[in-house]
Structure formats: C-alpha cells, structure tokens
C-alpha cells in the first residue's frame, strides 16, 4: 500500500501552516526533507520514514491524537467559540502533563498537540469540570457517542436541597424529565447523606448514566426537586479521570487506555 502523502498535506495536517502558507515557505526554502531543501509542495513523502525540517525544527507525523483533559469550568466543549475559551484553546495553550513510567516517548514530551483536525468527544456544560477526552479519531468518539451503545459516564455532584427517600429507585426504574423524555435506568450512590433533621443542604453524590441527553444530570436532579451546584465527570466507558490532573490539565492517553477503548 502506497503510505506516501503530499509534503503540503503533510505539514497543514500537523498545523504548520494552511497549504497555501506551506508552500510559501517552501518555495522561501525553509522546508527540509532527509537534509535536502525541497521547494516543491507537491513532493510526496512518506511520514515516519522520511525526516521532515521545518525552519529548523523537525516535524513528525501524527495520525491520530488522544489527551485526557480535566476541564475547568468556565470554558465551552468546543472547537471555536467567538466568546469563551475553548477547551481546543486550554490545550493548545500548554503542553501536556506527563507522569513517571507512562509510556510517552521522551521526544514527545512537552510538545503538545499536532493535529490541527482535534475535537471533544462529546459536551460539558461549561460550568462542569472533569474528563473529556480530546481526539481527531472520528470512528472512536463516533463509537463512544452512539446512543444504541450507551456508553456509562460517571458524575460527582453536590447537590442541594433533599432528595426524596426513594430517589434511588426512581433513578433505577428511569425517571421523566420535565420535557416528558423518559430515561434509562441510572444507578445513584448518596457519599454524604443530609441528617435526619436538616431540612435542606448539600448532598454529595456519584451518578452513572448510558445516555448524554442536553443538560441531563442537572435535569434528572430538577425532576426530583434539587439542584445540581457543582458538577464533574470522573469516566466515561473505561476511561477514568487521572485524578493528578489539576483543572485544565491533560496529558496523553496511554497505550493501556487506548487499548481498552478499542472494546467500546
Ligand atoms: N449533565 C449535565 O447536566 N451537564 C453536563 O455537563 C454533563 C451531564
């Protein structure tokens, strides 16, 4: 199989330039290959056998990229937005974290994103914290998206006021939300009940849901009359936050993380 690409392509899909500034600079001879200056945008190379320089730096390729980010609050699960950070502008901004014996190649440390093609799996609420995992792999964020799979995502919450006695069931059994959308089963673990006595407060919950309707946690904790005052996703399929990972935060995925992700 022909594994050759066009050096423009090549370049614009690491987010050098677009491919009309890539060739610009080719044609100025800033763009090496295997030590030869190639001014010809159009010459095709073959990525991972071919050593590309540009402007002195070497440029490697990068079919596909996976981050954890830890969201902070305050920013959109978008990849452009003319008011709000991004969650794409977070990770751009700072290379990612990495751990002892995480297996990322040292030459990869501390460069950061490549792919100019990146996008998050799916929607935080801006003011929800936690996992997204950030990728240009259509087919995996297309497999953990599909609503016929129901991928589980788990949620810490603080939740105030009190929830009703039997809250627990009535997640289970699938509760309505206001707009009448019937849910699927949801499992809920109370961490820190209220005491008998206090009439309302915060409760501190986990809830795990198979679906990823618009607002749904919120929702699901307005239909049983309480209000969600803090939000955060610890996981998603196998995919489970690294806790070391401070809001606006990332790092990599490992090898391990990514192999089971290849079972969703
Ligand atoms: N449910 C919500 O209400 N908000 C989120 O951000 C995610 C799930």
């Known amino acids: 199989m022909d594994k050759s690409m066009r050096l423009d392509r090549f370049l614009a899909d690491m987010a050098v330039g677009t491919r009309s500034q890539v060739k610009e600079m080719a044609r100025q001879g800033r763009i090496q290959v295997n030590g030869a200056t190639v001014k010809k945008a159009d010459t095709r190379i073959e990525p991972g056998r071919d050593v590309v320089f540009c402007d002195g730096q070497r440029i490697d390729y990068a079919k596909n990229e996976y981050y954890m980010l830890n969201k902070p609050q305050g920013v959109v699960s978008a990849t452009e937005d003319n008011l709000h950070e991004t969650v794409l502008d977070v990770i751009r901004k700072n290379p990612p974290r ?28 801006i003011d929800t914290q936690g996992l997204l995992l950030i990728t240009n792999d259509g087919d995996l964020a297309h497999r953990l ?5 129901h991928v ?16 627990k069931e009535r997640f289970w059994n699938g509760i309505t939300l206001s707009d009448g959308a019937g849910l699927m089963p949801a499992k809920l673990e109370i961490v820190t009940p209220l005491e008998k006595e206090e009439p309302r407060g915060i409760q501190e919950v986990l809830l795990t849901i198979g679906e990823g309707k618009f607002h749904q946690v919120k929702r699901m904790f307005e239909a049983v009359g309480c209000r969600v005052v803090f939000l ?5 399929g ?3 936050l690294d806790e070391r990972l401070k809001p606006g935060e990332y790092r990599e995925l490992t090898k391990e993380e990514l192999a089971m992700l290849e079972h969703v």
Do not use: C
């Open 152 to 167: 589980d995502k788990t949620y810490f919450a603080k939740v105030e006021g009190r929830l009703p006695e039997d809250v």
């Open 232 to 236: 955060k996703r610890l996981s998603m």
């Open 238 to 240: 196998s995919l489970k």
């Open 145 to 149: 998206l599909s609503p016929k799979r």
């Open 98 to 125: 990495t751990f002892e014996g995480d297996g990322i190649e040292e030459g990869q440390r501390a460069r950061g994103p490549r792919r100019k093609d990146l996008f998050p799996v799916g929607r935080l609420d």
